[in-house]
Nanobody, 121 residues
Framework: QVQLVESGGGLVQAGGSLRLSCAASGRTFSSYAMGWFRQAPGKERGFVATISWSDGSTDYPDSVKGRFTISRDNAKNPVYLQMNSLKPEDTAVYYC??????????????WGQGTQVIVSS
């Protein structure tokens, strides 16, 4: 059974930092692009970051660029998301995903169960 399991979420004050991790079990994801998405209550799941498997290139939306950093380890824990200078609007459930890459969640094949991030003002 293939699983992605996120961890590292929690409650943090605005301006603080969190580091999310995504661990894989059941298969290796070293040949997949990895992505992070988030979903706030009443909103659609939105793109946060992605990193390619081939050259490690990354992509971010403007809303998190310069504050968030995605990185990957092609062994047991395939992807991390370092989040700095957090804002209340970053509050959401964060999901990691594996697939071909890109900004569209529908093209990712595997998903974790999500980890809650709450940023207080």
């Amino acid at each position: 059974q293939v699983q992605l399991v996120e961890s590292g979420g929690g409650l943090v004050q605005a301006g603080g930092s969190l580091r999310l991790s995504c661990a894989a079990s059941g298969r290796t994801f070293s040949s997949y692009a990895m992505g992070w998405f988030r979903q706030a209550p009443g909103k659609e799941r939105g793109f946060v970051a992605t990193i390619s498997w081939s050259d490690g290139s990354t992509d971010y939306p403007d809303s998190v660029k310069g504050r968030f950093t995605i990185s990957r380890d092609n062994a047991k824990n395939p992807v991390y998301l370092q989040m700095n200078s957090l804002k209340p609007e970053d509050t959401a459930v964060y999901y990691c995903a594996a697939g071909v890459g890109g900004r569209v969640p529908e093209i990712y094949d595997y998903w974790g169960q999500g980890t809650q991030v709450i940023v207080s003002s």
